[in-house]
């Protein structure tokens, strides 16, 4: 299967701020990779799709790159609502849709 | 809007089956699939596995392979997911998802609220 490796794990931050989170994948998935949020007691919510692609309704300062084996997901400048963990997942393989670990958002 | 209700949290005992269902609203059943995540406590997100509601195909996961069935009922937009012979490690918030068909596109939106499946003796 198809490894995805989140860094960092855990981030604190301020309102703001611009963040960027890394996800790398253990093979090439070209641009096959979504991204998510989650917030506590919460279903995860798609924010970008084929690795660059902003779903409807997401605000634009959310903004996804990469292909091949490394991804970022950056937000430009962080908002109270904002603060969530998010997740990386690899849509290139048919037998297994991995997710990567995890990362957690929180206030500085 | 498109919505995903899934039924109510579970408690069964080590050994036992649970069945959680996926009723879907605002789209065309069989015009996607459904997948299945799970999220132990305080844990990430694991993914369990795909139905096709078109054709009924699956592809689940190796590590859950002979243990969990997913199956769909067309005739009321409903998706089941069933794992047998519960651990305790399989204590989890079970999700659902509406999954697109085709390679590279299966990204997962919307997802259900999510049902938590508690295995304890």
């Known amino acids: 299967d198809i490894q995805l490796t989140q860094s960092p794990s855990f981030l604190s931050a301020s309102v703001g701020d611009r963040v960027t989170i890394t996800c790398r994948a253990s093979q090439g998935i070209s641009s096959y990779l979504a991204w998510y949020q989650q917030k506590p007691g919460k279903a995860p919510k798609l924010l970008i799709y084929a690795a660059s692609t902003l779903q409807s309704g997401v605000p634009s300062r959310f903004s996804g790159s990469g292909s091949g084996t490394e991804f970022t997901l950056t937000i430009s400048s962080l908002q109270p609502e904002d603060f969530a963990t998010y997740y990386c997942?690899?849509?290139?393989?048919?037998?297994?849709?991995?997710f990567g670990g995890g990362t957690k958002v929180e206030i500085k | 809007q498109v919505q995903l209700v899934q039924s109510g949290a579970e408690v069964k005992k080590p050994g036992a089956s649970v069945k959680v269902s996926c009723k879907a609203s605002g789209y065309t059943f069989t015009s996607y699939g459904i997948s299945w995540v799970r999220q132990a406590p305080g844990q990430g997100l694991e993914w369990m596995g795909w139905i096709s509601a078109y054709n009924g195909n699956t592809n689940y996961a190796q590590k859950l392979q002979g243990r969990v069935t997913m199956t769909t009922d067309t005739s009321t937009s409903t998706a089941y997911m069933e794992l047998r012979s519960l651990r305790s490690d399989d204590t989890a918030v079970y999700y659902c998802a509406r999954t697109n068909y085709g390679s590279g596109n299966r990204w997962f939106d919307p997802w259900g609220q999510g049902t938590l499946v508690t295995v304890s003796s």
């Open positions: 997942q690899q849509l290139n393989s048919y037998h297994a849709l991995t």
